[in-house]
């Protein structure tokens, strides 16, 4: 296995390989004045597994150079291509809002499975969408972050009460809450544009029994975020911890977070960034030796086959 990162990504995919015996090699992308991209391999690819490792937090800036990475690889002779994204965009489009509104997650969906002969990446937003399976026809697997999240809840916050921002969080926060035996509430949110949003206030937990704990999977503008922390704040308790899956932030969101009163902002290392506190480098690698092995990837490159399940760490 040869592992390619694109930029960024060079430490993550060192702690992928380290986990299961694959090589890091080095990606070269050059950006020309006029905007266009030139894409350079390493050799040595010929009868390889090459995955590719991309976060996907900008990916109109990568969705070429991903295709012409993945092309030229097979041109190398590479016997099976994959991409390794644990940040997977464009997933919450996944309905038509308003008349002639494209709908994103199955168009880019089918846009990645052109490109490559698998993909893992971790905890996608998946709403209206089921299953990766519903819009991947090539095999694909997500890996959970529960139990990493969980732990470290368990390590740095034992007295937590997790708070979800609305009914989207609720398939993360019940999970973690229920791995780690602590209480949780999932609040109602409203919202009327990118930045315009309000959520419930907390009724449903005694908040002063412990550390409120804000979690959900990403933060784009940090408005719900900043929201919730604003009612927690209100409701006289100590200032909460918050923890993301994604680390998206756009703009000005880390810090707005920070303003609004929270503790702590800690996230996942799916997309770097200096709030990165709970590392998935071991629990990825694991996973990609796991999924490679099913039946679906044991033969040669052929896109078809039955995804591999949900990885939630190796058994007990």
Not at 82 to 97: E, H, N, V, W
Not at 246 to 275: K, L
Request: glycine content about 8%.
């Amino acid at each position: 296995m040869i592992l390619i990162p694109f930029p960024e990504m060079t430490a993550l995919a060192h702690d992928i390989g380290g986990s299961m015996g694959a090589q890091v090699r080095q990606l070269g992308l050059h950006r020309f004045p006029d905007g266009e991209s030139l894409v350079t391999l390493p050799d040595g690819l010929d009868g390889a597994d090459v995955g590719f490792v991309a976060t996907l937090r900008d990916p109109d800036h990568l969705a070429l150079p991903l295709r012409f990475a993945a092309v030229t690889a097979r041109e190398m002779g590479a016997c099976r291509v994959g991409l390794i994204a644990p940040y997977l965009g464009y997933m919450r489009q996944d309905k038509s809002f308003l008349p002639g509104q494209a709908v994103s997650a199955p168009l880019f969906a089918d846009f990645l499975c052109q490109s490559f002969d698998w993909l893992l990446t971790v905890d996608p937003h998946l709403h209206r969408i089921a299953r990766l399976e519903d819009i991947f026809r090539v095999p694909a697997m997500r890996v959970a972050t529960a139990r990493s999240i969980a732990t470290w809840i368990s390590r740095e916050v034992p007295d937590a009460i997790l708070l979800g921002p609305d009914s989207e969080s609720r398939q993360w926060v019940a999970e973690v809450a229920g791995m780690g035996g602590r209480p949780f509430e999932v609040l109602q949110k409203s919202r009327s544009g990118d930045r315009l949003v309000e959520v419930s206030v907390p009724d449903g937990v005694d908040l002063r029994q412990g550390t409120p704990v804000i979690l959900d999977d990403i933060a784009s503008s940090g408005r719900t975020m900043v929201r919730v922390v604003e009612r927690v704040l209100a409701a006289g308790v100590r200032p909460p911890v918050c923890i993301l899956i994604h680390a998206v932030f756009a703009g000005s969101a880390y810090n707005e977070i920070r303003s609004a009163g929270a503790a702590r902002i800690v996230s996942t290392d799916s997309i770097p960034h200096e709030s990165n506190a709970i590392f998935l480098g071991k629990m990825i690698g694991q996973a990609v030796s796991a999924f490679l092995a099913t039946p679906p990837l044991r033969d040669a490159a052929s896109g078809t086959g039955n995804p591999a399940p949900t990885w939630t760490g190796p058994k007990k």
